[in-house]
């Protein structure tokens, strides 16, 4: 049972937007708190800073209304601090009375078809990372290819297609480091194909992003009209939601336009299944497709029709998967930790719900341990729908709160006295603001809102000075 006399302490592992909306649940429950918010990158925000396009900035803008939440005194921030490696779940428990993991995702699905690991196909992941500047992975992107297949009919595929298809100096003014820029500047792409297994009524983009494509004076957006098809169970979803009939009128109006002269071409097509990346001498030379046809449900049969494409790269954007996380247990299926309703479950023969003397179920929760956003319910939906997200994980972990353990260590310095021994160079909110205002610096000469700093040292130097 917890010592009522002190304030709930509790470790939220992951300061993207899920973490900081957990924190921000706990703190205006009626219960006293103290969190203590643990991220392996120097700053927070998740994919916020490392995954929303740099054309984005509305969006990026949500960070401001998370500054809120990390201004509270209730809440610490641990930056640069791998929880697996810097600190284990053992640690966490000595010093906190509950843990939550929001670590979210950040690689890419995995798609098996032949060619898959050809020079020249990538993960969408991968390249969103190396154009949002994130420190752990290279500062150059091979951008040789001039036409190139996105592969994917979601907002990535979109992001991707669009970053692909804009010139280095639209980006420009975004906060794009300036490794980003002159790879970007040096972009060979004329043509980006981006291909559906299914129709305009399946697509997966949101409308508003989908008809932000056609705003670039650079990007002529192509669909062409035999790509539009529908039959009753796509119908019946163009009636069933606004936002797929929405999609599918946008992409109406483009197949029935005459198509312009804008210097870089980007296609939307429609009912072309991916089936192999072709390659010679190890690279990616073309890609091939199945045409496709609606079955009257909304979903597709193929018609033993194949077409080969001539493209030199090829992006998948087949959704985002999260990590294997240390001490957990983890249904590689779905790509989540096992959980009702935030509640962690133990699986089978995993160390962490071991009980002596009783054999560990699914359905058993792990004791004060808890996950949000998209390590709980899997990479898909938008920055807002982790808010509800959190509220329901804490409103479990509180109700569970009188029956917690509670930690052994709970003083606040015990956590850091703790790194320090370590010689973990942590970082801290007063270190995200001078770190903020170091990139805020960077970007005035060129009267742009901020430079992104990438390197880690360079970050964890910055939140230090
Ligand atoms: C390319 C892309 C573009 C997007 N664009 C938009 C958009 O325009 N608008 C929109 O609303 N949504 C967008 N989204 C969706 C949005 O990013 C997600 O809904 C949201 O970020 C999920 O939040 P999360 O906190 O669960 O995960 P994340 O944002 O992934 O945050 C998880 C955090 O946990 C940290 N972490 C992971 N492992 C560890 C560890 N072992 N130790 C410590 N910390 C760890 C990570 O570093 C990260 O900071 C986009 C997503 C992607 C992939």
New binding site residues.
Partial sequence: MTDQTRPLRVAI???????IYAADALMKSDTDVSIDL????PA?????R????PD?PR?KGIITALHKVLDKPQVRLLGN????TDITLDDLRRFYDAVIF?????ADRALNIPGIDLDGSYG??DF?SWYDGHPDVPRTWPLEAEKVAVLGVG??AL?VARVLAKTGDELLPTEIPANVYEGLKANKALEVHVFGRRGPAQAKFTPL?LRELDHSPNIEVIVAPEDIDYDEGSEAARRGSKQVDMVANTLQDWAIRDVGNRPHKLFLHFFESPTEILGENGKVVGLRTERTELDGTGNVRGTGTYNDWDVQAVYRAVG?LS?N?AQLPFDDQAGTIPNEAGRVLASPGHSADSTPGQSPSSTTPVPATYV????KRG?V??????KGDANETVANLLEDAPGFTGATDPELDAVTTFLEDKKVPFTTWDGWYRLDAHERSLGEPEGRERVKVVEREEMVAASKE
Avoid: C, K
């Fill in positions: 592992v992951g300061a993207g937007p899920a973490g643990f991220e392996r990158m927070p925000f998740g994919l916020i490392y995954g929303v396009a984005h969006i601090i791998d929880y697996g929001s670590t979210g995702a950040n969408a992941a969103v907002n990535v992001d992003e985002y990590q996380i949000t956003g998209w390590i990479p939906g938008l920055i807002g729908h982790t």
